[in-house]
């Protein structure tokens, strides 16, 4: 299994991102995708999840402004992120669990200024 995260970049405070996240080996339209985030100094947060039907789950601090969607056809998870802020920004990486075991991407950068 293998993932692949891009679309992050610097960002003013309020502006929008669209991180994108492609996967291969595995049946995507099968599986549960995640987004995660990490800040130096905390550990790995879960941001968003989505479910192979479309069922989608926020931690409470993005609501409202992220938005997790897939293309079962391309194989990608998207994550759109609008009105970002300051703490918002942190390495983001896509994760799924396939058979039993944890698949990471490389994380993409997300810097937001304030």
């Known amino acids: 299994v293998q993932l692949q995260a891009s679309g992050g970049g610097l960002v003013q405070a309020g502006g929008s991102l669209r991180l994108s996240c492609t996967a291969r080996g595995l049946n995507f339209n099968l599986a549960t995708m995640d987004w995660y985030r990490q800040t130096p100094g905390k550990e790995r947060e879960l941001v968003a999840t989505?479910?192979?039907?479309?069922?989608?789950t926020y931690v409470d601090s993005t609501k409202g402004r992220f938005i997790i969607s897939r293309d079962n056809r391309r194989r990608l998870v998207y994550l759109q992120m609008n009105s970002l802020r300051p703490e918002d920004a942190g390495v983001y990486f896509c994760k799924v669990k396939w058979r039993g075991l944890d698949y990471w991407g490389e994380g993409t950068q997300v810097t937001v200024s304030s």
């Open positions: 989505i479910t192979p039907d479309g069922t989608t």
